[in-house]
Structure formats: C-alpha cells, structure tokens
C-alpha cells in the first residue's frame, strides 16, 4: 500500500470545504426551514387543540352543572316520594279508622232503631190517629176562613151598593168634618149598622 501524501489530503481538503461549507450551510437552513415549518404545524394544532379543550372543559362544567341540577331534582323527587308514602300511609290509617268509626255507628244506629221500635212503634198509631183528626179540625178551620172571607166580600159589596142607592135617594146630605164625601144621615147609619154587622 502506497503512503498517503499529506499534501495531496491538505489541497483536497482545501479544495472541497467551501462545498462542504455550503452544503452543510444548505442543509442546515433546509432542516431549519423544515424544523420552522413543523413548529408552526405544531403550535397550530397545539391551539386547535387549546381550544377544543376549552370547549370541552366549557361542555363538561355545563354537563356537571345540568347533572348537579338533575341530581338536586332527583333528590327532591326522593322526599316528595316519601313524603307521599308517608301520607298514603297516614290516609290509609284515617281511612280504616273511619271503617271502624263507621262500623262502630252502624251498631249504635242499629241499636238505636230498635230501642226506637221498642219505644215509638206502640204509640204511632195513636199520633197518627191524633194527626189527622187535627188535620180535618185544620181543614174544617181554613174552609171557614174561606167561607168568611167570601161572605164579607160579599157584603161589603151590597153595603158598597146601598150606600150608593141611598146617596142618589137620600134628601139630607151632611159633611162630616174632615171628610171629602157627602152621605145622608140615613145612610150613614145604616153603613155603621151594616159595619157592626161584619
């Protein structure tokens, strides 16, 4: 094997660094472009990401909040219901307290019906008997009444007549004092008699 030239390596060298240098230089700015592009990708999708955090979280604190709202109204719900049991329970006592009250008024009412039979059935037919006979006495009473009543219609009528007939007849006609209407002595008299008479 030959041995190297140092000379030779040195003005390779020489020649090929600025290439080496650009190129180095090329691909540090292609990687940095590509880094600077990835970065930007990154923090865009890093804020898509912020964000649709945010509205989860926003969702979520609503969804816990309808939950604790659902919750508060289920837990309402719970001691209405057992309030409810509660006086089902107590209408469902009253109810039978009033089966055996009501049970309790059947035999009094019983009892009573017969202590009744016992005591007003003997006599009933005597009140009855009583009770109409002041039913006729009533009825006899009002027919009078009637009767009375046409009678003095009646009469006072033929009164009413009489004097008529008379104050046309009568010769001597008086005033009585305060009184607008003219009567003869003689009918006067006989509407008093007539009066005395009803």
């Known amino acids: 094997m030959m041995p190297i030239d140092g000379r030779l390596v040195d003005n390779y060298v020489a020649r090929t660094r600025p290439d080496l240098h ?107 008997l009583e009770r109409e006979k002041l039913r006729r006495k009533l009825e006899k009473k009002e027919d009078e009444v009637v009767f009375y009543k046409l009678k003095t219609k009646a009469a006072r009528k033929l009164v009413k007549k009489a004097a008529y007939v008379l104050k046309e007849d009568d010769v001597v006609v008086y005033r009585r004092p305060g009184s607008r209407s003219s009567v003869s002595s003689e009918s006067s008299c006989y509407l008093q008699y007539a009066r005395r008479r009803i």
């Not at 989860?56 to 939950?67: E, N, R, Y």
């Open 22 to 128: 650009n190129m180095l230089n090329t691909l540090g700015q292609h990687i940095r472009s590509e880094l600077t592009l990835e970065n930007a990708r990154l923090e865009e999708r890093v804020s898509t990401l912020q964000g649709q955090l945010v509205s989860v979280d926003t969702q979520l604190s609503g969804t816990k909040l309808k939950l604790d709202e659902a919750n508060s109204k289920i837990a309402d719900m719970d001691g209405k219901l057992v309030d409810a049991h509660t006086k089902v329970d107590e209408m469902e006592n009253e109810l039978q307290e009033l089966r055996r009250s009501n049970a309790e008024m059947k035999r009094e009412l019983e009892q009573a019906k017969k202590r009744w039979r016992g005591i007003v059935l003997p006599g009933y037919h005597e009140m009855e």
